[in-house]
């Protein structure tokens, strides 16, 4: 074996132990589509005080990240897609209709004079809890911040034998009359149960929306690859992967086993490129996966054709697999770049399902043109290199 | 095998299957799920099977009158307890109040019920991710076709891209005919089966390209179908192998994976017959009707001059 080819091998091996250490540290992040969970997709609605803004946009992811932490959602993703809108899905999570209900509050909370004059909202609390009047109603205590404090004293005391309107989303809640001053506690009654006092005051703590959310869209999944479904779909990965290996051994014998390691090869690197970019794999992923180990086939199925095809125009082995790599990379060039075309384009231009199409089609072809190209050369050279002519009928020519 | 020789039955076996696409779409529409149209999809599951006709009388009945669900779509899905539901009310999905209303009164006609999935879909972003997906197709076929002319020629590219578009149109059109439902995942099928055909195609012609370079006293018919059995052996490996994958995943997978793989089966299949039958009988017809009008336009010119041979290429 020539010195170049052992290296090559070696660095081969390299990149395969590095790929396979990324693919068992990092998680591979599945899609709500595979692993069930709740999707929605909200937008921002100017009102006639606040305009929806980028700031505003952005406020309200905030606001939104916060409550859903309060929710103790595990690896919830919220990200904003255009101008106004804001995606926020949750995997595993078990009540929707809560969630849809807690995330979706614009939760302005406003307390108001007999005139009807605002004295302090939502963003003058320091702290907010459920608990239950001295009635044993569900209620909400809160604090007050020093800012807060001052506003709510002097309102108080402005106010004493007469009634402070309480609203939520311009909803009443409760009128309370004052009965003294009040400095930096209270407590917000007439919130109907338990459960929705506990809502309440975990909207609180995390913060009005700056601008209202209208639901455009909104998924609960089961997951498609539930329990039952993750072992079937782990045996048909498994059936079909097996059919392709033996087919490439049946058709092209030596060869077909040197194209079924880089096909290995092909897998590792993918998974554990999705893996670093922390993709998120969904059915349509799973659909550019298999384009692209259908492509990773034909780049070996060209160059082997091209190789035979050599050989019967008279060249000796070492030659044909030269000049069938060499004269075969015009080809795999153009019609993975086509193909990478449609996947750029799909990746700028769509969203959601499209977008996670694009990139694992992307990734997909350009490691598969490398594994083709290089690695299946390596492999090929580093086994015919030791004895071409006995080789020779191994490439069915 | 001569290929080329029969292209015009081929081009008219396609012009047919296409033209019958285009009839099903017009006539029998596509069943677009919730994800396009906008509205309810709710997946039911009940404690024992039940029909269709079972719960739509429960939908229609009396308690939930004032929803007027009389158009929702009632499925079961086979094998199991559940029923898939569309609905909308008024254009709008059904909002949380009302699920528990239509929970209620099926628990009550007909026994114990959960939803267990459900999307909920405004119109207006339905028709956001149609109009987009159908954008972006447009563009990525005017990317290919300039990329194409540069590293072919202008007609390669748009060989090409009418392959690509036949191919696109027969699997609509089959789903329209079979009336399955287009959902997002679908999509990403249509967008696989591009990118292969394309794939497919380009590597014919690059065999094309390859011949005419080398080319001697053949005809250009006999160039191009050397050329398509040369590459024959590729593109049936290919899409074998190819289809292997997704035969798996349509017999062993689960059951929403299903209609996902049918559309890639007939996707591949159609993809490669039309790289082999139809691309490259397309480019050879636009190719020799330029050289006929070449040479009418050379005789017409060497009329008033003198004879002589003209050879085009």
């Known amino acids: 074996m020539r010195s170049g080819t052992l290296w090559k091998l070696v660095g081969i091996a390299a990149l395969c132990v590095v790929c396979a250490v990324v693919i068992y540290k990092l998680p591979m992040n599945l899609g709500l589509d595979l692993r069930g969970g709740t999707r929605m997709v909200l937008e921002a609605r100017d009102t006639d005080t606040v305009k929806a803004d980028e700031d505003a946009v952005a406020r309200a992811k905030e606001v939104i990240e916060r409550r859903v932490n309060q929710l103790g959602v595990s690896e919830p993703a919220i990200y904003l897609q255009g101008a106004k809108r804001i995606v926020v899905e949750l995997a595993g999570v078990k009540d929707p209709q809560r969630a849809r209900e807690v995330i979706g509050r614009t939760a302005q909370l406003e307390f108001r004079d007999e005139q009807g004059n605002v004295i302090m909202t939502g963003s003058d609390l320091k702290n907010a809890t459920a608990g239950s009047d001295e009635y044993g109603r569900p209620a909400v205590h809160f604090e007050l911040t020093s800012e807060g404090a001052k506003k709510f004293e002097k309102a108080t005391r402005e106010n004493i034998g007469r009634p402070i309107s309480i609203y939520l989303d311009q909803e009443l809640l409760s009128s309370p009359v004052v009965q003294s001053v009040i400095r930096d506690k209270g407590q917000i009654t007439g919130i109907g149960s338990m459960d929705k006092a506990k809502d ?63 096909l290995g090869v092909y897998g590792l690197i993918v998974l554990a490129a999705l893996a670093v970019i922390h993709a998120v794999l969904t059915l349509p992923g799973i659909a550019g996966l298999i384009l692209s180990v259908g492509m990773a086939v034909d780049a070996n199925v060209i160059i082997f054709e091209r190789i035979k095809e050599e050989m019967r125009g008279g060249k000796r082995l070492r030659a044909a697999i030269d000049a069938g790599f060499t004269r075969a990379f015009g080809c795999i060039l153009d019609s993975n770049v086509t193909t990478l075309i449609t996947a750029a384009v799909l990746y700028v231009y769509g969203t959601g399902a499209v977008r996670g199409f694009a990139v694992t089609l992307g990734l997909g072809i350009v490691a598969s043109m490398f594994t083709a190209i290089v690695v299946t050369r390596v492999l090929i050279t580093a086994v015919v290199d030791r004895n071409p002519e006995r080789y020779a009928r191994y490439f069915g020519a | ?297 050379i005789a017409a010119a060497s009329r008033s001059k003198q004879p002589g041979p003209a050879k085009a290429r």
């Open chain 1, 200 to 262: 309440l005051s975990m909207m609180l703590r995390a913060g009005a929306l700056p601008v209202p959310l209208d639901l455009l869209h909104s998924e609960v999944l089961e997951p498609t690859l539930g329990q039952e479904s993750i072992d079937q779909s782990k045996v048909a990965a498994v059936i079909g992967a097996g059919l392709v290996v033996l087919f490439m051994l049946a058709v092209y014998r030596l060869p077909g086993i040197m194209a079924d390691i880089a």
């Open chain 2, 1 to 297: 095998m001569d290929i080329i020789g029969k292209r015009r039955l081929f081009l008219a076996i396609s012009g047919i299957l296409v033209a019958c696409g285009i009839i099903a779409l017009l006539t029998r529409g596509l069943n677009l799920g919730v994800d396009f149209t906008g509205g309810s999809l709710l997946r039911l599951r009940f404690e024992r099977p039940v029909t269709a006709s079972e719960v739509s009388e429960a939908l229609t009945s009396r308690e939930l009158a004032d929803m007027n669900l009389r158009k929702a779509v009632v499925q079961p899905i086979g094998g199991t307890n559940d029923v898939q539901v569309r609905a909308q009310v008024g254009g709008r999905p059904l909002n949380d109040e009302q699920v528990g209303r239509i929970v209620a009164t099926l628990s009550q006609r007909i026994g114990q019920v959960s939803v267990i999935e459900s999307q909920m879909v405004e119109g207006v972003i339905g028709r956001e991710l149609l109009s987009r997906a159908l954008t972006a197709v447009v563009i990525s076929w005017i990317g290919i076709i300039i990329y194409v002319s540069v590293r072919f020629e202008f007609k390669f590219a748009v060989a090409a891209v009418l392959a690509l578009i036949h191919d696109t149109i027969i699997v609509l059109g089959a789903f329209a005919l079979m009336g399955r439902q287009v959902n997002s995942p679908f999509i990403a099928a249509v967008l696989t089966i591009i990118g292969y055909s394309i794939n497919d195609t380009i590597v014919i012609f690059d065999k094309i390209r390859e011949n005419l370079r080398l080319r001697k006293k053949e005809t250009l018919e006999e160039l191009t179908n050397k050329s398509i059995l040369q590459t024959l052996t590729r593109s049936l490996n290919t899409v074998i192998t190819t289809l292997l994958a997704v035969f798996a995943l349509f017999f062993f997978g689960g059951a929403s994976i299903k209609d996902f793989s049918l559309a890639l089966i007939i996707g591949l299949i159609t993809g490669t017959y039309s790289s082999i039958f139809i691309a490259s009988p397309i480019w050879l017809e636009w190719r020799m009707w330029e050289r006929a009008r070449q040479q009418r336009r």
